[in-house]
Antibody, heavy 118, light 111 residues
Framework: QVQLQESGPGLVKPSETLSLTCTVSGGSISSYYWSWIRQPPGKGLEWIGYIYYSGTTYYNPSLNSRVTISVDTSKSQFSLKLSSVTAADTAVYYC????????????WGQGTLVTVSS | QSALTQPPSVSGAPRQRVTIFCTGSSSNIGAGYDVNWYQQLPGTAPKLLIYDNSNRPSGVPDRFSASKSGTSASLAITGLQGEDEADYYCQSYDSSLSGSVFGGGTKLTVL
């Protein structure tokens, strides 16, 4: 069974860069898209972006200028960097495996809460 | 504002049937992209409930069914049970975003 696990700091200061890593186990990172999705407290889901295992990336235009997603296939990991964060970026961040670029998010990590506060 | 529109809440008594609707536009559902549904129990990650408009992953009860027509989709839950209390999200692909879009979510309350 494929499992995903997010890791990274739970507290980030305003204007700094949020960095998270997702480790994939139980399956290959190849031949799939890998997504980052977030959920502010009490609110709905927002797609941040995804990366194909080869390195091609697609980002939500609303976050495009601040987002970088990268992949390290040798470690079965992919990562998220979100720069110049504000309190509005406080959310639970999920990583997920996405079936096709236009498809569904089939496996999800448990999520990690990142709070932006000084 | 979400690209896909869902009612904020629905409710139903045990053993009854409820339907949750998801309305999109010409750049997502109306463009022919498939709709997927997720169930999110309190404090947990979303779980894939329906994929490709109407397909259930292994382990999802057949009480859950879904369909798509035009620029809308719907999720039906029959034989409501207390364990169905959760938030439900629709999701599709949007060509204007070149990425995934979600509905705002619908909270199901079992009375």
């Amino acid at each position: 069974q494929v499992q995903l696990q997010e890791s990274g700091p739970g507290l980030v200061k305003p204007s700094e860069t949020l960095s998270l890593t997702c480790t994939v186990s139980g399956g290959s990172i190849s031949s799939y898209y890998w997504s980052w999705i977030r959920q502010p407290p009490g609110k709905g889901l927002e797609w941040i972006g995804y990366i194909y295992y080869s390195g091609t990336t697609y980002y939500n235009p609303s976050l495009n200028s601040r987002v970088t997603i990268s992949v390290d296939t040798s470690k079965s990991q992919f990562s998220l960097k979100l720069s110049s964060v504000t309190a509005a970026d406080t959310a639970v961040y999920y990583c997920a495996r996405t079936q096709l670029r236009t498809g569904w998010h089939v496996y999800w990590g448990q999520g990690t809460l990142v709070t932006v506060s000084s | 504002q979400s690209a896909l529109t869902q009612p904020p809440s629905v409710s139903g008594a045990p053993r009854q049937r409820v339907t949750i609707f998801c309305t999109g536009s010409s750049s997502n559902i109306g463009a022919g992209y498939d709709v997927n549904w997720y169930q999110q129990l309190p404090g947990t990650a979303p779980k894939l409930l329906i994929y490709d408009n109407s397909n259930r992953p292994s382990g999802v009860p057949d009480r859950f069914s879904a369909s798509k027509s035009g620029t809308s989709a719907s999720l039906a839950i029959t034989g409501l049970q207390g364990e169905d209390e959760a938030d439900y999200y629709c999701q599709s692909y949007d060509s204007s975003l070149s990425g995934s879009v979600f509905g705002g979510g619908t909270k199901l309350t079992v009375l």
